[in-house]
Structure formats: C-alpha cells, structure tokens
C-alpha cells in the first residue's frame, strides 16, 4: 500500500483541520460534507482570524489557526489542561513561541464553545466554493501544508482512490501519545459509504486507505478525524486533527 500511496495524485481540494475537545480522546460525529469546493491555487493561503501571540487574553486554554488554502480549509486547534483550581494556565513567553511555531500565525482565536467531551464534526468543504477538484487517472503531484501532507489518486484502472495522509513534523513535535484515528467517512455522490477502519498508531505514521468503487465523473467526498494527547512548554493538553476533501474523479 505504500507504493500506491507514494504515487497518489494530491487533490487540489483538501481541508485539515485540527480541533480538541475539552477533555478525553472524544471521537468526531463525520459530518456529511457540503456540496462544492474552491478552485483557487494551491498557492493561495487565505488565513482568517488574525491575532497575534502576545495578545492572547488572560483566561484561555483552547487557541485555534483557521486559513484557506488552494480549495481547502486548514484549523488548528489545541486545548491546554486546566489548572486544579479550574482556570488557564498562564502561558509563559517561550509557550507562546511555541504555540506560534505549531500553529503559525495568524492564531489564538476563540474556539468555538463546546461542552466538555463534545463530539467535534470534521471540518467539510464550504458551500461558498465554486465546485470539486479534479482528481485525473495517472497524475502524481502532492499537496502539504503546516499540518500535514495528503496524497490521492483516482486509480481508474481499479475504480478506485487510494489516499494517504501523514501528519507534519511541526505538528507531531508537541504531540506526546498515541494517535487515534477514526477511519475515512466518504460519500459518493451524495451517497453515503462505508467508513474504512480505523488506527492507534504513533504519530509519524503513515495514515492511508482505499475508497471503492469509484468511477468516472463520480463526486468524491471524504474526510478523517484523529486526536491525540499535547504539551506545550510544560503544559499538558489534548489536539485532534480532522480533514476533508471533495474531488471529481476524472479519465
């Protein structure tokens, strides 16, 4: 399987996103994707939410990086355990820069509230986007950014779309534990399909499956979810990662 994924042609339309619940390893509820996808270069990072490190406020555990990227949406978020008296921890300078570094600036706007143990959806392609990527039979480029790096490919021979996914060094750098990964939701034409399995693994592990079948012209949405224990500076804490794509698979 990792010749394939080697192989695999990178989907221009690719969304990461990382997200932690507020405690636990709670697992996302996949949430079926919304129709449609940007065509924008891959070049074209959008990020939204600007705010800068320093300016963090006092009282904040969870800190969350969204941008656009190519046809896809990149969030990352990181929740710091809490003090034994319930409060956030005070972050020191060199945790900052460390936050900074995982998640790059722009970074730490509020996350959106969440109860404790919620089940966090995966992000999904914005309905604002103009349409799929293309995903085209025997071309082999890939796509990455600070998050990680996503292979696929429409094996047409096969009728199939072989992917794979590897967390980024940046990333993997505070993660402390095992990653859990829930398995590929994907939907084929709005159908939904079933879900590949799931892994415990370590983090540089290289994550991949196989979506099948696939044919010419079919509509390919399909996104993961994973979580796993951080510490930033001295502060323990829990991330997850989820990422969507939505492609057209092409001859």
């Not at 006092?58 to 710091?80: E, H, M």
């Not at 060094?169 to 399909?193: H, K, Y």
């Not at 930033?232 to 969507?244: D, H, K, N, Y």
Request: glycine share 10%; proline share 8%; net charge positive.
């Amino acid at each position: 399987m990792l010749k394939t994924v080697k192989n695999t042609t990178v989907i221009s339309a690719v969304a990461l996103a990382l997200a932690a619940p507020a405690t636990g390893t709670a697992q996302a509820a996949p949430a079926k994707p919304m129709p449609g996808s940007t065509g924008q270069s891959a070049s074209a990072a959008a990020p939204v939410h600007p705010d800068a490190a320093g300016d963090a406020p006092a009282g904040r555990r969870t800190f969350t990086s969204t941008s656009i990227r190519g046809s896809g949406r990149s969030t990352l978020r990181i929740t710091l355990d809490a003090r034994r008296d319930g409060s956030a921890p005070a972050l020191t300078s060199s945790e900052r820069k460390q936050l900074d570094f995982v998640l790059g600036k722009p970074w730490a706007v509020p996350a959106s509230a969440a109860p404790a143990g919620a089940r966090v959806p995966a992000a999904a392609p914005d309905a604002r986007r103009r349409g799929p990527a293309i995903l085209r039979c025997g071309r082999n480029p890939r796509w990455s950014d600070t998050n990680g790096t996503l292979h696929a490919r429409f094996n047409c021979l096969y009728s199939t779309i072989n992917w794979g996914f590897r967390i980024s060094r940046r990333v993997q750098s505070v993660i402390t534990g095992p990653v859990r990964e829930r398995g590929v939701s994907w939907w084929r034409n709005g159908r939904a399909m079933p879900r590949n399995a799931g892994h415990v693994v370590g983090k540089n592990y290289l994550f991949h499956g196989t979506l099948k079948p696939v044919r010419h012209d079919d509509l390919v949405q399909f996104q993961d979810y994973m979580t796993f224990p951080v510490r930033i500076g001295g502060r323990p804490g829990v991330g997850s990662l989820s990422w969507a794509a939505s492609v057209k698979a092409k001859r």
